[in-house]
């Protein structure tokens, strides 16, 4: 990413949208850059700002803080010096006196006497940093950051020592709660728990799942070629990859006609592992916002999508009569009152979860989670078990069980109990570990054998 004339403006939108309440900053950040007439490389500098600093925000506050006397900081002080150290360290090709001056100089009507403070702060971390190039791996230093394209080394320490503590360094240098680094280690082992670390701390490309039923892969892809897009064939059938996409998702070739709809590859697999076929009759009871109910929609399926968001419901309505797919949608209550009776072949339940299999999209998440908020989630789960299954299920019906998590416990486990409560065994299984084209998640079929 580099530094444009107009750059101003998105830095202040950044803040804006950091500093702001309400709705996570990254839910709020189209109607926030359209109010400010952000477009092209300016809109894209602005949304990766903010993306950037909430996912690595624990990693910017070692940094900063190893060079500031102060214990606590007022939340506008943190959030321009957050800002203001992601720009100068994990972005290429921004300047010194950009990352500075322009954020402390978007910031300056908010910090007052605490400008002087913010200054010094940031003067005196990067002159103690020396940039060298990411030639390889390297071994872990409490006094280094390492990133994709460089590392930086400081004078001094600013994570904890990798040696004496191991699980520490890693969530501080790489961002991420301890307590989810510290289940991942144990869980998975230093190896696929480094892996995921790593591969979250990135946003996977745009992912498409072409509509069949009105376009091929090859068409889409040639569509986008001829405008200068980058577009791959994904290694899926009907799955497109978009590395940097242009502007809004609505703007690109294709959406409007209904060509194809967004979807990450897990989310298509998970579809594809259930097999939906022409005719057959699937209710969707977690719908929105939609994907797998096109996606089956897409195979000729017969498809009824519920869900308990009647807003996200609209949403829904207005993609299926783009994608032009004749979906019948329900709003439903927490109970499962409202659910359409009927001989069902296919259940989805792509259940509420942690979402730690896509903290790349999702930065806020991982900040989210707890120990706690998981025991809510396998309890929303259990709910929705309860209600949901065996009353909608028959002789004939398999249930496809579906999250975006990486947890054992809202995974296998939830597809076990869910068997059990259906009176159905668990069939097949996949897992999805995250990497640098995919989002992670979990995906069961469970039917009679």
């Not at 797919?325 to 209550?333: E, L, Y």
């Not at 069980?401 to 076990?416: D, F, K, Q």
């Amino acid at each position: 990413m580099t530094e444009t004339a107009a750059g101003a403006a998105a830095r202040q939108v950044a803040l804006e949208l950091l500093l702001g309440k309400g709705d996570f900053p990254t839910r709020r950040f189209a109607a926030a850059a359209d109010a400010a007439g952000l477009q092209g490389r300016d809109r894209g500098l602005a949304r990766e700002l903010v993306s950037g600093v909430i996912r690595r925000r624990r990693t910017l506050d070692a940094l900063f803080k190893a060079y500031s006397d102060r214990r606590t900081v007022e939340p506008e002080v943190l959030w321009t010096l957050r800002l203001a150290v992601y720009q100068r360290f994990f972005l290429q090709n921004v300047p010194a006196y950009a990352a500075f001056d322009a954020t402390l100089e978007a910031a300056k009507p908010r910090l007052g006497r605490a400008l002087g403070f913010c200054n010094a702060v940031l003067r005196a971390l990067d002159r103690d940093a020396t940039r060298h190039e990411r030639a390889e791996i390297l071994e872990a230093a409490a006094n280094r950051l390492d990133l994709d394209f460089a590392s930086w080394e400081f004078g001094r320490a600013v994570f904890p020592d990798p040696d004496a503590e191991p699980t520490a360094y890693w969530a501080v240098s790489l961002s991420y709660p301890d307590v989810l680094v510290e289940r991942w280690f144990e869980q998975a082992g230093a190896g696929k728990a480094l892996a995921r670390l790593r591969a979250l701390n990135q946003a996977p490309p745009l992912t498409l799942r072409v509509n069949a039923r009105r376009a091929t892969a090859a068409s889409v892809l040639e569509a986008f070629q001829n405008v200068g897009i980058g577009a791959t064939q994904a290694p899926i059938p009907d799955a497109l990859l978009l590395e940097d996409p242009p502007g809004e998702v609505s703007a690109l070739p294709g959406f409007a006609e209904g060509l194809w709809s967004v979807q990450d590859l897990q989310g298509q697999e998970a579809v594809a592992l259930a097999k939906p076929s022409a005719g057959e009759k699937v209710l969707d009871l977690c719908a929105a916002p939609g994907g797998k109910s096109f996606a089956a929609a897409e195979r000729g399926a017969e498809v009824t999508a519920c869900d308990v968001d009647a807003e996200r419901l609209k949403l829904l309505d207005e993609d299926a009569r783009r994608l032009g797919h004749p979906v019948s949608s329900h709003v439903i209550s927490h109970g499962g009152k409202g659910v359409p009776s009927g001989e069902w072949d296919l259940v989805i339940l792509d259940v509420p979860c942690s979402n730690t299999g896509v903290l790349g999209r999702r930065p806020e998440a991982r900040w989210r989670f707890t120990l706690a908020e998981l025991g809510r989630c396998v309890k929303e789960q259990k709910s929705i078990i309860k209600w949901a299954l065996p009353a909608h299920v028959g002789s004939r019906t398999r249930v496809l069980w579906s999250t975006c998590s990486l947890e054992p416990e809202e995974n296998g486990r939830g597809a076990e109990r869910a068997a059990r409560r259906a009176g159905l065994q668990v069939l097949e299984t996949r897992s999805f570990e995250p990497d640098a084209r995919r989002s992670g998640g979990f995906a069961a079929v469970l039917g009679r054998a």
